[in-house]
Nanobody, 122 residues
Framework: VQLQASGGGLVQAGGSLRLSCAAS????????MGWYRQAPGKRRDLVAT???????NYADSVKGRFTISRDNAKNTMYLQMSSLKPEDTAVYYC?????????????????WGQGTQVTVSS
C-alpha cells in the first residue's frame, strides 16, 4: 500500500494550489483521511481531515480558505487551497487509516504519504 501526494509548488500570496493524495495497493477500505503540514523547525500540525462519509474538520488557520474532499471510487483525496499566505509554507503530508488485504488476511494500518512542498511567496 502506498500514498502518493502531489500538487505542491511555488505560488504568490493570494494564489491557489490543489494537492492530491492517491492511495494504491490491495486496499479494501479507506476510513479517515487527512492533510498535515510541517514548516521548518516546527511540529507537524493537522490541516484538515475527512471521514469516509465526507464529514470534514479544519484547523482554524485554514477555515474558509482550504477545502478537503475525496473521491472514494478513485481512492484519492484532495486539498484545494485558496488565498494562500506565506505562513502556509510547509511540507504537506497526507494520511490515511485504511484496511488492506495482507496476503489473504485483513489488516488495518495508518499510512503517511511522502510529502509535497508548498511555498508561498510574499
Amino acid at each position: 500500500v502506498q500514498l502518493q501526494a502531489s500538487g505542491g509548488g511555488l505560488v504568490q500570496a493570494g494564489g491557489s494550489l490543489r494537492l492530491s493524495c492517491a492511495a494504491s495497493g490491495s486496499i479494501v477500505r479507506i476510513d479517515d483521511m487527512g492533510w498535515y503540514r510541517q514548516a521548518p523547525g516546527k511540529r507537524r500540525d493537522l490541516v484538515a481531515t475527512i471521514t469516509s462519509g465526507g464529514v470534514t474538520n479544519y484547523a482554524d488557520s485554514v477555515k474558509g480558505r482550504f477545502t478537503i474532499s475525496r473521491d472514494n471510487a478513485k481512492n484519492t483525496m484532495y486539498l484545494q487551497m485558496s488565498s494562500l499566505k506565506p505562513e502556509d509554507t510547509a511540507v504537506y503530508y497526507c494520511n490515511a487509516q485504511l484496511l488492506y488485504n495482507d496476503y489473504g488476511s485483513l489488516s488495518a494500518h495508518n499510512y503517511w504519504g511522502q510529502g509535497t512542498q508548498v511555498t508561498v511567496s510574499s
